[in-house]
């Protein structure tokens, strides 16, 4: 047999329950909502004759939810509340609503902190909270639903949106560039994925392989001291491309040593994303996202 729903009750009979249910009293809800107690007893009733349902237990002073009623008001109270946030979402764009997003130090200082222009204009109403990343271990810490990571795009547990694809090239100070002397022998190497000088010589053709000088845990300290004349940094594009660019670097080699890495903005794949987080993440994909 099929099942015959019950017709929504008319929301001000609704509002007036939820009312009277909270703070015990009709002549309370009434005042609460402009209402005269006549009015609001007036819905209660009309309410539960269409549930054919007593809700409340009436006492000398005020009421008492039945049974049925305690077990009804969560679920009137949450219809509320959804209605509500979903306004507010959806029609008061002006309420500031914040991100927040971890990413590495590299990547924050290199690729987002510059794009912040970008998404002001693009995202007037979004406020970024962004925290910087320095060990692997500070992603298992609580705070944020999405945060950007260096990869091959396999985390566990999390779905992912490539942002780069990594490329390697040799880079260094102008003034160094031109000194071949000074170049041999004196790398400037980034501990973890990207210390791969032997793989570049490789790929290259080149034989031989220069000492290790200089070693730097992130790679933005890294290449800072490749501005400095330090040494030749095995430069990541995209994130030395801004450099290149204002010829605080310059290239040694015409030739680009792809990598499977890059880094790629995830979330747990149980996380369910506010608006403004999908807003943010519509809008960092269209900047940053390039081919797998």
Do not use: C
């Not at 009277?20 to 009434?30: E, G, K």
């Not at 819905?43 to 004759?49: A, D, K, S, T, V």
Request: net charge positive.
């Amino acid at each position: 047999m099929a099942r015959t729903n019950t017709p929504v009750p008319p929301l001000d009979w609704l509002r007036s329950f939820e009312a009277a249910a909270r703070l015990s009293n009709f002549t309370a809800a009434a005042a609460e909502l402009g209402l005269t107690q006549a009015a609001v007893s007036q819905h209660i009733r009309f309410l539960e004759e269409r549930l054919k349902t007593r809700l409340f237990s009436r006492l000398a002073r005020g009421v008492a939810l039945s049974p049925e009623g305690a077990a009804y008001l969560p679920h009137i109270q949450s219809a509320f509340a959804t209605i509500g946030n979903s306004t507010a979402e959806l029609f008061e764009p002006r309420a500031v609503q914040t991100v927040t997003i971890r990413a590495p130090i590299s990547f924050a200082l290199l690729m987002l902190v510059p794009a912040l222009p970008d998404l002001a204009k693009a995202l007037p109403r979004i406020q970024l909270d962004l925290v910087t990343i320095h060990r692997p271990a500070d992603y298992d810490l609580p705070g944020s639903v999405l945060d950007i990571r260096f990869g091959n795009g396999s985390f566990p547990g999390r779905e992912a949106d490539r942002l780069t694809a990594e490329r390697l090239v040799p880079v260094a100070a102008p003034a160094l560039a031109g000194d071949q002397k000074q170049r041999q022998g004196r790398p400037v190497v980034v501990a973890g994925a990207r210390e791969m000088w032997a793989e570049w010589f490789a790929a290259a053709g080149l034989a031989g392989h220069p000492r290790r000088s200089h070693r730097f845990d992130s790679f933005v300290t890294a290449m800072e001291a490749a501005s400095a004349s330090a040494g030749v940094l095995l430069g990541s594009r995209p994130l030395v491309d801004a450099a290149l660019d204002s010829k605080t670097l310059v290239r040694l080699s015409d030739y680009e040593l792809s990598s499977t890495s890059g880094h790629f903005l995830t979330r747990a794949s149980t996380a369910r994303l506010t608006g403004a987080e999908q807003d943010f993440r519509q809008w960092l994909l269209l900047r940053l996202s390039a081919p797998a």
